[in-house]
Each structure stands twice: as C-alpha cells, then as structure tokens.
C-alpha cells in the first residue's frame, strides 16, 4: 500500500538528499517509494514515501546505474 494519503497532507516537500524544498517542475517533484522485505511474504513488506529531486537522486546513484535514468529525462523532453 502506498501513502497517498500522506503525500495529500503536506504542503512542502524536502529534497532526503539535500534538504532544500522541492518546487514542482520538470521532473520534479520526484517521489521514492521505499519497499522492505521485498523478497518476502507481502504481510511482511512496509512501504514508506520519500520526496527528492530528481537530479540529486541521480548524482546520488553510482554512475552506472545513474545512466539508467537517462530516459526519463529524455522522455520529459518529448
Ligand atoms: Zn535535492
């Protein structure tokens, strides 16, 4: 289960990476959806959201997986 309600109740967002306030624009404002027990029985996963922008989750990744974004942006430009 995603925390929609939760994203519905906040009236600013913080960047997890930076901490600046996030505007929305571009490809901003970027969620993160943190799963755990991913492997495991669904009763056992928790779900929490995260907000970031889009740029610091980027330089935050290694470059090689960074490179896997590369797509979104292209696809925002279409
Ligand atoms: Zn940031």
Not at 18 to 30: F, H, K, M, P
Not at 58 to 70: H, T
Request: glycine letters at 6%; aromatic letters at 8%; one cysteine or more.
């Amino acid at each position: 289960m995603l925390m929609t309600s939760l994203s519905k109740k906040i009236t600013g967002y913080m960047c997890v990476f930076c901490g600046e306030s996030i505007d929305s624009g571009g490809l901003d404002i970027t969620s993160l959806v943190l799963i755990t027990n991913w492997d495991g029985p669904e009763d056992r996963q928790q779900s929490q959201q995260f907000f970031a922008h889009f740029e610091c989750l980027a330089k935050s990744f290694r470059p090689e997986v960074s490179r896997e974004l590369d797509h979104l942006r292209e696809e925002q430009n279409d």
